[in-house]
Every structure is written in structure tokens, then in C-alpha cells.
């Protein structure tokens, strides 16, 4: 396997950032389906209304964001980014004023 595949600079964190409305009955059910949604396609909560999903490639990435789009719920902002490992681990992240590390993440396998 050519060792190049998985560098810093290759593998690719999908950011999915949304506000959706929760006014009514309805907007809560449309809110929870869509996080249900990126919860099945393999998402993970980083905080309130931000998920992340770590990709081995910027074309798997894409097969993702491609996901994402199709399942946009009709109201609300919704923010799709795509950044690197290595800038993913340069990240500061604080629980208050405690620093923290980056979440740890396995190597992930798919098959298609």
C-alpha cells in the first residue's frame, strides 16, 4: 500500500455546521431527522449543531458532502466544510479554560 495514501495533507475532516428552526412539533421532527441523518452517514456530535466525519481521501469526502446536500432540510443554515488532518490537528479546543486534545480518531475502512 503506498504509505502517501494516508498523509496529514490527504486525509480530509468533513465540518457539518447547521442552525434549523425548532419552533414547531414539525421543525423539531425535520431537526432530529437530519441529525439522524448524519449520524447514519457516519457523523459524530462535536458540539451543539456541529458534526464532524473524518474521510480518508478528498474524494470520499466529497462522496459525503454529495450525501449531505441531497438531505438539506428545506429551512435553516447549513455550512458544509472540508478541511485537512493536518489542519484539523491544529486546532485549539478548550473544555472552559481547560485545554484538551483534538478527538482521536481510528483508521476507518469502507468499502463501496
Known amino acids: ?3 502517501s495514501r ?3 495533507y490527504r486525509i480530509m475532516w468533513i465540518m457539518i455546521f447547521f442552525d434549523l428552526p425548532t ?3 414539525q421543525d423539531r421532527k425535520i431537526y432530529g431527522e437530519f441529525r439522524k441523518q448524519l449520524l ?4 459524530t456530535m462535536f458540539q451543539f449543531s456541529i458534526y464532524l466525519r473524518h474521510c480518508p481521501s478528498k474524494e ?3 462522496v459525503h458532502i454529495n450525501r449531505v446536500k441531497r438531505m438539506l432540510p428545506e429551512k435553516g443554515h447549513i455550512g458544509i466544510m472540508c ?3 493536518k489542519q484539523f490537528g491544529n ?3 478548550y473544555y472552559g479554560k481547560k485545554d484538551s486534545k483534538a478527538p482521536k ?3 476507518q475502512l469502507e468499502l463501496f
Open 1 to 3: 500500500m503506498n504509505s
Open 6 to 8: 494516508f498523509n496529514a
Open 23 to 25: 419552533d414547531t412539533k
Open 40 to 43: 447514519k452517514d457516519g457523523f
Open 60 to 62: 470520499t469526502a466529497d
Open 83 to 85: 478541511i485537512t488532518d
Open 91 to 93: 486546532m485549539e479546543i
Open 105 to 107: 480518531v481510528s483508521q
